[in-house]
């Protein structure tokens, strides 16, 4: 037996870079080992675990793993919200969000600038809501266009702040992407739809829905999973 199986209970929560964060466990039916992660922006750790693995021991896991999770945390982009004359992210370009308070209330893209107006206080609620409204505009067009060619019907598309998912399909009748995905390129977004629409098909990552996946996915799926990887992250530290 593992020696840190030994020792008293511990707590459900680390003490990680001079902060508490709590370990949230998730049992999964189908696992067949503890899964450890860091949830995208920091928040909680979260361990996955078999129907048969015992509580107290994928929490003794996640204190012998702190040091590691303490790392991740330390590579989090730092917290960052939205000022004037800063950065928003918005289809994988860097747009400057230029502000003045006698303008209309509403953003509007104009060259490589986001301008929009109305008290400052208010800023990146406004902001967080005209990005949620685009991404259900680009989401609803990438679904369309992927349903064609799947030779399915459109199906209904919500949009999801969830920190674990960046889409799921969770019964065969509608989509759910998560909203952050409106400040990735293009072809991350679409690749994260696409995978939605297969599963439409083959609710599982069977050859088959591979094989659909990359017949209606126009792009190199393995480069958009590669960019989720390196800076999947980053999506949330303009919004909290």
């Not at 199986?5 to 998730?26: H, M, S």
């Not at 909680?44 to 012998?64: D, G, K, M, T």
């Not at 019907?153 to 065969?172: E, F, I, M, N």
Request: charged letters at 30%; aromatic letters at 8%; one cysteine or more.
């Amino acid at each position: 037996m593992i020696d840190w199986l030994r020792r008293p209970p511990l707590e459900p929560e680390l003490e990680l870079a001079g902060q508490t964060v709590p370990i949230v466990l998730r049992r999964m039916r189908h696992a067949r080992r503890l899964t450890l992660r860091l949830a995208p922006d920091g928040s909680e750790v979260r361990i996955s675990l078999p129907a048969w693995a015992e509580a107290r021991e994928a929490i003794a896991f996640a204190h012998a793993r702190a040091d590691w999770l303490a790392q991740q945390l330390a590579r989090l982009p730092a917290r960052a919200a939205p000022v004037p004359g800063g950065a928003v992210h918005y289809r994988g370009a860097a747009l400057r969000l230029e502000w003045e308070a006698r303008a209309p209330r509403r953003p509007a893209l104009a060259d490589e600038a986001l301008r929009l107006g109305g008290p400052e206080a208010g800023l990146e609620t406004r902001l967080r809501r005209w990005l949620e409204a685009e991404a259900l505009r680009l989401c609803e067009d990438d679904m369309r266009d992927y349903c064609a060619a799947a030779g399915l019907d459109p199906v209904p598309v919500g949009l999801t702040r969830a920190q674990r998912r960046w889409g799921s399909c969770s019964d065969k009748s509608r989509i759910r992407i998560n909203w952050r995905l409106v400040q990735a390129p293009d072809f991350v977004r679409r690749s994260v739809v696409a995978h939605e629409v297969a599963h439409l098909v083959h609710f599982d990552h069977s050859p088959a829905f591979h094989a659909l996946l990359g017949r209606i996915y126009e792009g190199d799926i393995r480069s958009a999973d590669q960019w989720l990887r390196e800076h999947g992250r980053g999506l949330y530290a303009s919004f909290g």
